[in-house]
């Protein structure tokens, strides 16, 4: 059973930091690239990060980049989002994502993470 449980939201201070945990279960962890989405209220659910099995390839939103750092650690079957100078606008509640392609696409629960002003 694919389970991804995310922690670490809650509330940053303006031009702080927050990082997000995703533990990942249930599958191969390091066979499969590893994504954060975040969902504001009343938008759609966008993606923030994208890192490949072994962090070969890393691709962020341009609306984080150059503040966001996703990183993994395999031994861990664990994946970050470090989020540095944190804004009103990253408030969203946070999503980690494996899609496993025919296997499935999974989801963790969420995590609120709020950017005050």
């Known amino acids: 059973q694919v389970r991804l449980v995310e922690s670490g939201g809650g509330l940053g201070q303006p031009g702080g930091s927050l990082r997000l945990t995703c533990e990942a279960s249930?599958?191969?962890?390091d066979l499969w690239a590893m994504r954060w989405f975040r969902q504001a209220p009343g938008k759609e659910r966008d993606?923030?990060?994208?890192?490949?099995?072994?962090?070969?390839?890393?691709d962020y939103a341009d609306s984080v980049k150059g503040r966001f750092v996703i990183s993994r650690d395999n031994a861990k079957n664990t994946v970050y989002l470090q989020m540095n100078n944190l804004q009103p606008e990253d408030t969203a509640v946070y999503y980690c994502?494996?899609?496993?392609?025919?296997?499935?696409?999974?989801w963790g629960q969420g995590i609120q993470v709020t950017g005050s002003s």
């Open positions: 994502n494996a899609d496993l392609q025919r296997q499935g696409t999974y």
């Open positions: 993606f923030v990060a994208r890192i490949s099995p072994f962090a070969g390839k890393i």
């Open positions: 249930g599958f191969t962890f």
